[in-house]
């Protein structure tokens, strides 16, 4: 904050018709008044640096937060597909199987329909 200078205050205060009691008591409640509610600059660096600490540790614990969040969801997600491959692998063979019990089963009627063929011509 610039100087407030009283003493300069007191003698304006005389030469605009205040007596010397009322510019004196004047000036010292307004010196008061402005001494204790005017915030100076390096007060107000000060704050300002009080605040963004308090924001920094807010924000590595918000940070470490959402870390350990991200972290568990990439544990679902990693189980999740785990549980999915080997459901797609299960469903995989099974589908594999039925195919080749379908090709037997298509091969005994091919076979069954030759063999019944060759009869009827022989």
Known sequence: MANFDTLKLAKKLAAAGFSQNQAEGAEEALGEFLYGTVVTEPQLDGRLYETEAKLD???GETEAKHDVRIRETDAKIYECKSELEAK???SSMALA?????SKLELLKWVYMAMIAQTAVIV
């Open 97 to 101: 199987a039925k195919i080749s019990d």
């Open 57 to 59: 540790v807010r924000f």
């Open 88 to 90: 797609i692998q299960e």
